[in-house]
């Protein structure tokens, strides 16, 4: 893949433009590049948000609203038309196993979900990005519109896209992350102002919002592609997390800011974005192995951990409680009267005066095989 020293104009060879900003339409951009050779798409497309007028605040004062050229179709389904087409630019160049996600309003997601299925994307998730500071309904004719609406789809029904759960629930206090994120809008030092101290975007996204969704659904390394790039926020984060970026903008002041922006960046150390190996990928390991090693003694009892149940650690690795025998998952199931159960996080053995959970011990075997 080459990395450097492609031209910045649309008309790219059958090679990858690592880390670069391509200026130009974005479909005819996905056209040229490779088949299959991007890991994840993250796309913030225009919103159409048809605006009839100017947007007032009650004192008569101008909002300063999207109102660019770049948002604006003269119907439907031209909208509809040019949906399709980038998206479907978009399918040809990721990876069998690879991912998109999109962002938009009322105004356009649901017509861009509809056409997402209609071109063999599987929807995976809809998220919720709720603003902490959204911008107020001047009018008061309508519910502050307080939250955008993110589509994560993979390429095909048979994808084996990425999501890294453990590492998501690790940071959100050992809780499962849900599809409501609450997270602020962009402003501050993060939000790019010309020489006039106006917005260079105005629909800059936080840094934030993208770290969640590339720490979620992609790899350090994996090549992150942005068809609608912006003033580079995707750019910035990819690189800050140790991915490669290719982005897409067609307006070259947009794109000028976002390469000042992202040449401003120093990457974190890998140690602070690499991902943790998820508990699928770790090897196997039956309970008989604890047997086996010691670890835990046959005839040895083992309960839960306020102790109401209890059952007894048999030669074979099964568990036996009163009458009935088996796996250590199927009696910790039948214990509570439940129909499956987590053996390695239900179970403890009496260890140093205290209960030890069945799956640290099992970790002690894992650090075994990996030193073997």
Known sequence: MKAKGLPEHIGIPQELPLDQILVGDCVAAMNALPPASVDLIFADPPYNL???????????????????DWDKFASFSDYDRFTRDWLSAARRILKPDGALWVIGSYHNIFRVGATLQDLGFWMLNDIVWRKANPMPNF?????????????????????KYTFHYEALKG????????????????????RLKDENGAKVHPTQKPEALLARVLL??????????????GTGTT???????????????????????????????????PEAFSAAPSKRSEPRVPFLSLVEAGLVKAGETVHDEKRRY????????????GPAVGSIHKVGALA????ACNGWTFWHVERDGGLTILDALRGEIRAQMAAA
């Open 50 to 68: 048809q605006l009839g007028g100017d947007l007032r605040r009650p004192d008569d004062s101008l909002v300063d609203a999207v109102d660019d």
């Open 336 to 339: 509570q009267g439940l129909p």
């Open 139 to 159: 009018r008061g004719r309508r519910f502050t519109n307080a939250h955008e609406t993110l589509i994560w789809a993979a390429r095909g029904e048979a994808s």
């Open 310 to 321: 209890k059952a007894t650690v048999r030669a074979d690795g099964t568990l036996l409680l």
């Open 216 to 229: 979620s659904a992609s790899n350090p390394g994996d090549v992150i592609l942005d068809p609608f790039f």
């Open 171 to 190: 940071g959100n206090d050992d809780l499962q992350m849900r599809s409501d994120w609450y997270l602020p809008l962009c402003t501050g030092d993060e």
């Open 235 to 269: 750019g910035a984060v990819a690189k800050a997390l140790g991915r490669r970026f290719i982005g897409l903008e067609r307006d070259p002041v947009y794109a000028k800011a976002a390469r000042e922006r992202i040449a401003a960046v120093t990457p974190l150390a």
